[in-house]
């Protein structure tokens, strides 16, 4: 399985979608569509904190597409 390059940094969450996908804005301005990252097994992964509008969170970008990503941690909620 290919690894591909991928970009860590913080954002805001700006909207909740849905309990998995959150609307995230980066410092920049930009906004995304992220949802909540997986483990290996393809289980949700147990965030603690909940992900409410105004929280800062650690996303996950891939390189080559930087329309969606992974929201790995909640960081301020």
Do not use: W
Not at 10 to 18: M, N
Not at 29 to 37: E, I, T, V
Not at 39 to 52: M, Q, V
């Amino acid at each position: 399985m290919q690894r591909f390059d991928v970009v860590r940094t913080e954002a805001q969450v700006i909207e909740c979608v849905s309990e998995v996908l959150y609307r995230v804005e980066l410092s920049n301005g930009h906004q995304f569509l992220a949802h909540k990252g997986t483990n290996l097994a393809g289980k949700e992964r147990i965030i603690s904190k909940r992900c409410l509008p105004g929280s800062k969170v650690l996303v996950e970008l891939r390189a080559f597409d930087l329309s969606a990503g992974t929201v790995l941690e909640v960081l301020v909620s």
